[in-house]
């Protein structure tokens, strides 16, 4: 168990890079299984959550051989069509492995995927269950596990009556392998979802329209190797972004795509904030005084919920009030009561909605992540508040963000990890 522990105060400076997106990389790794051939993954993020999805696709059966941010995949002839607890339970993606495997076996087992807790209950699959219904296979769910069964999946209809970034991948890639056409309606349009389509269809599959809220896939026999780049990671960018904006640092962030968070942009743009894009870079020039605004986190291409939190952390910096409104996820606002304990004045409405009152001074306190977002944001809180905060619980920081310590301090912030003996 380790510890951040973070000198609040300083002003940073200089330029960061960003990594692969994990929300990328998290389905291209699932979906080698569709594919006989040897793919090569560039770009890849060195992060807990990627290890944890290697590591399950090799006890299915993958030789795996990964270096640095390249990683070549080559798929066994005949996988596992059970999804090990003990590793499934550990993130929520592990869904992902579902679709690839019925589409490429006919069959699949998997215990209900773990993961952040981010609603009030456990986050459903049922799209996911129905989707694969209207394809053709029978779910049943059995001594704790779903077991989906299907002798030939079929292309179908289906339209998302929540929209789900993982519902739609899902479908979408099992989709490849069904025969006929599948027409899928009312799909989340986020761009790891359009890089996934990229990616697929380089290696042969027909798939139109990802990115919109229409996707057309027809299915193929087999689809064959590949060699991807992962996109840059847009809630990184976007996390940076705040930081520069919430420590009133001029900070330029390389290796990305600024066109991914035009939502941030254009808050940013009538907050005072002022910034420079370039086709893979983004300059941040903060202002004295930063304007409060109104954000309620929606599907792609609005406010993302995965930066709802850093961004209350930014308005607590403001001058003036803001009311954020999480429609997401029911339980991504109880984070805000550590804002509210390092002195920000915020107002829980609902389990939804809170106002947050600034500017507020921010005082360094002892804290534990409670998931990965929040726990950015807490880092972010932290190099804001005077006084030293330690940061408990930085599994869940470094399961999503790769060498984030080491990452600031090359921007000037006071952070170190230190290590807690189990005794
Ligand atoms: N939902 C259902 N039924 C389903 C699936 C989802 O009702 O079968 C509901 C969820 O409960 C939620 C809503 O649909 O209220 C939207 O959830 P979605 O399915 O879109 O979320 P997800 O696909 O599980 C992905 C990201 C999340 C990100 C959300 C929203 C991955 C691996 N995860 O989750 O990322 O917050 O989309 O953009 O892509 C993170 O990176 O920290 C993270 C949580």
Redesign the pocket.
């Known amino acids: 168990m380790s510890t951040f522990i973070v000198q609040g105060g300083a002003k940073l400076s200089g330029e960061i890079a960003v990594k692969g997106a ?2 990328a990389a ?1 389905k291209i790794i699932p979906a080698a299984i569709l594919s006989a051939d040897k793919i090569t993954i560039n770009n890849l993020p060195n992060i807990e959550d990627i290890s944890r999805s290697l590591e399950l696709l090799q006890n299915i059966g993958a030789s795996i051989s990964r270096h640095k941010d390249v990683c070549e995949i080559q798929i066994d002839k005949n996988i596992k069509t059970e999804l090990e607890p003990k590793l499934a339970n550990k993130f ?2 592990s869904i992902m492995f579902v679709g690839p495997i019925l589409a490429r076996t006919g069959e699949v087992s998997f215990p209900h995927p773990g993961g ?1 807790v ?2 009030a209950a456990q ?6 269950l129905e989707g694969f219904q209207a394809m053709g296979a029978a779910v049943a769910w059995q001594d704790g596990f779903y077991h989906i069964k299907a002798a030939k999946l079929k292309g179908c209809e289906y339209f998302f009556t ?6 739609t991948e899902s479908l979408m890639m099992t989709a490849v392998l069904a025969s006929g056409t599948t027409v899928l309606k009312n799909c ?1 349009m ?1 761009p ?1 979802i359009k890089a996934l389509a990229d990616y697929l269809n380089l290696q042969g599959a027909k798939i139109q329209g990802a990115g919109t809220p229409t996707i057309v896939i027809t299915g193929v026999d087999s689809i064959t190797a590949g060699k991807y780049d992962i996109i840059p990671d847009r ?1 990184e960018t976007g996390t940076f972004a705040i930081l520069a904006a919430a420590t009133k640092s001029s900070i330029k962030i390389t290796r990305c795509n600024p066109s991914h968070i035009e939502s941030l942009l254009a808050i940013f743009a009538k907050q005072g904030i002022g910034f420079k894009t370039g086709p893979d870079w983004l300059q941040i020039y903060p202002g004295e005084f930063i304007k409060p605004y109104n954000v309620q986190t929606h ?1 792609y291409p609005g406010f ?3 930066l709802q939190s850093p961004y209350t952390v930014l308005m607590t910096q403001a001058r003036g009030s803001s009311l954020i409104h999480e429609t ?2 029911d339980r991504r606002l109880l984070f805000s009561d550590m804002l509210t304990q390092m002195g920000a004045d915020i107002i829980m409405c609902d389990p939804h909605r809170i106002v947050v009152n600034g500017p507020a001074k921010l005082y360094g306190r002892k804290l534990a992540s409670p998931d ?2 929040a726990g950015i944001a807490i880092i972010i809180a932290a190099l804001v508040a005077e006084g030293t905060t330690e940061i408990e619980n930085i599994y869940q920081i470094e399961r ?1 963000y790769e060498d984030i310590d080491g990452r600031l301090r090359a921007l000037g912030a006071d952070i170190k990890k230190i290590g807690t003996l189990n005794l």
């Open positions: 994990k929300n998290l929520r993606a952040c981010l609603g986050r459903p699959i049922d799209l996911f929540t929209i789900s970034v993982t519902g989340a986020e790891e809630i599907e993302p919920t995965d997401i996820y990965l977002r999503g």
